[in-house]
């Protein structure tokens, strides 16, 4: 019998600590498994009896990449549950900040994470031997989407400025047309990015993946909207749970998240972008056509693409935002707390990110649920490795294993995000 | 004959709320008061990218972190940055952010290296949640910011006498 197995046990170049093993027998593939060690988090416990209005700041230390995104699905959730109205002006304003943490997450993703997988190095350290001006690039478009969440956030890691109801302060006009200039630059550089990331070479790679992404009918959903899939799927936030569900598998702290029926499922810019193409700026579309992509792309390694043509949208946004600005009268609208239960969900910049709270007449958090974007892809990241190795078993196992990181990668896993919680089963005779 | 100091920066890195991780930054708030005027002091949480729009434009930057590295508390290491790389267990690198030591090597390979950069590591003990310092580190703090002012002093003198 011949065995044999792909295994990484530390994957580097993702946020968290985890890895995975393909165990292979007689020319088969039995399993593959992404492992996730690192401790579980457990913050949906400790929000129990917290006031609502923590419940943006808690969750945002959930992730240092994609703070704002824990924000904004907290902020909708309680918004919801309190059948607060927030001002459009406000709604824009959040939407800017969002831009920001896209601008700032796509650009660290594509250039320090992903593009050493593709031209061949081991990190981005080794890379900047040879394209320095790429890696300059990928920090200084990193950069500004840090300052526009400084801007508009207060400061760029867990801003401090978001509150329910809308912001503590917001920007002056001036602030904002300060970052005018940077960000064309950026908006210019997001398109050579996409240039340059399409001249990668890409495995040949392709499943019939369910795509899940929030829509809105007016613009690329980012902050809010009904959650459609290619399959069918059409229904409002607040069904979430009667379609997917968590389930615990015994080699991850992260739970797998499955769409009751049809299983696995994928989230982030792939999916955004095949089901919202339509919404996609005219540059951001130009730059899709040009950089090869069709109307949909169904192939996870080309994703380093998609993200640099949401990076296009994101600068283009922005950009949007700050020339049509006005302070709005005021920073927030007063929130009454109730009971009540409240939904929200947004799209960080790997995925929806779906929040659930319960409250007491006190605006006290009874329960909360938490599903982040990593959770929801990490079943098809294991079908895609069962498929990816079946079809290239002659490889040899260096090579191999390469590009079992780099589809793993592919999906941008955030571990911290996905390890945020565990169910404990007690087995109590 | 004086010099300015507006191209020379100090640097403490560290999490305030991982206890002992907090030691370089408080060495920077020691010697806050101390340094040369015009001299640049910052406080940074070890991004690398941060890290290498921090030191941008400085000639002269001597940088603290707190470090784990199997010695006992509060062992002083000194790096010569330009000259030498951090060892291994200098970097704490999480994966989707780098640290001091993989923003040094790549400011190396992309030639942004500060002309001198002074690299002190301070041996923690306890990097558990909290915002206190653990009684055997914290009491060498004044004598490691005694030392770390010695040598920004001695830095000043060399370009003092480079520049007459």
């Known amino acids: 019998m011949s065995a044999k197995s792909v295994k990484v046990d530390l994957l580097t170049r993702v946020e968290g600590e985890g890895g995975f093993h393909v165990k292979i027998r007689d020319q088969q593939v039995q399993a593959s498994a992404v492992r996730i060690f690192e401790p579980p988090r457990f913050f949906e416990a400790f929000l129990r009896g917290r006031k609502f209005s923590e419940a943006p700041d808690i969750t945002a230390r959930i992730c240092g990449i994609c703070p704002v995104a824990y924000q904004m699905s907290a902020c909708q959730a309680v918004e919801d549950a309190f059948e607060v109205q927030i001002d459009a002006a406000t709604r824009e304003l959040r939407r800017l900040l969002y831009c920001g943490e896209w601008i700032e997450s796509h650009a660290l993703h594509i250039y320090l994470l992903h593009a050493p997988d593709f031209l061949g190095y081991e990190n981005v350290i080794q890379m900047a031997k040879d394209h320095p001006d790429a890696v300059q690039r990928g920090l200084r478009l990193k950069k500004i989407g840090n300052t526009l969440m400084t801007v508009v956030g207060g400061r760029e890691i867990h801003p401090i400025n978001v509150k329910v109801g809308g912001f503590y302060r917001v920007p002056e006009k001036r602030q904002l047309l300060d970052l005018g200039d940077e960000l064309k630059w950026a908006r210019d550089t997001a398109v050579e990015t996409a240039h340059w990331a399409a001249g990668f070479s890409f495995p040949e790679f392709e499943r019939n993946y369910e795509f899940v992404a929030l829509h809105h009918p007016q613009e690329y959903a980012i902050q809010e909207g009904r959650l459609v899939s290619n399959r069918g799927l059409d229904i409002p936030i607040s069904e979430y749970e009667q379609h997917f569900a968590e389930d615990h598998v015994q080699h991850s702290n992260a739970l797998h998240s499955t769409d009751l029926e049809h299983g696995a499922y994928f989230v982030g810019p792939l999916a955004r972008f095949n089901l919202n193409f339509e919404f996609l700026s005219p540059l951001a579309q130009a730059t899709a056509k040009e950089s090869g992509l069709g109307r949909e792309c169904r192939n996870p390694f080309q994703g380093i693409v998609v993200r640099a043509v949401e990076l296009v949208y994101a600068c283009d946004e922005a950009l949007r935002i700050i020339s049509r600005y006005e302070a709005p009268e005021r920073p927030f609208v007063e929130v009454v707390a109730r009971v009540g239960t409240g939904h929200g969900c947004t799209e960080a910049p790997r995925g929806i990110l779906y929040h659930k709270y319960r409250f007491d007449e006190h605006g006290l958090i009874l329960s909360a649920k938490i599903v982040p974007p990593t959770s929801q892809n990490l079943k098809t990241i294991e079908e895609d490795l069962t498929e990816f190795v079946s079809s290239r078993l002659h490889l040899p196992k260096d090579r191999l294993q390469w590009q079992c990181e780099q589809a793993v990668r592919n999906y941008d896993p955030c571990i911290s995000c996905a390890t945020h919680s565990l169910k404990v089963w007690v087995d109590r005779k | ?164």
């Open chain 2, 1 to 164: 004959m004086t010099i300015s100091h507006s191209n020379s920066m100090l640097i403490g890195v560290g999490n305030p709320f991982l206890s002992d991780d907090g030691a370089g930054l408080a060495i920077v708030r020691l010697l806050r008061g101390q340094i040369p005027p015009g001299m640049k002091c910052v406080e940074e949480t070890g991004d690398g990218a941060e890290l290498l729009d921090a030191w941008k434009g400085s000639e002269y930057v001597i940088l603290i972190d707190a470090i784990q590295s199997g010695a006992p508390p509060a062992t002083i290491y000194r790096f010569d940055a330009r000259t030498e790389s951090l060892p291994a267990w200098f970097s704490h690198a999480s994966t989707h952010t780098f640290g001091v030591a993989e923003a040094i090597e790549l400011a190396r390979h992309m030639d942004e290296l500060p002309s001198k950069l002074i690299v002190y590591g301070i041996e923690g003990l306890d990097f558990s949640p909290g915002t206190e310092i653990s009684p055997e580190v914290a009491e060498a703090l004044p004598a490691i910011s005694r030392l770390i002012l010695r040598e920004i002093v001695k830095l000043s003198a060399v370009r003092m006498a480079k520049s007459v």
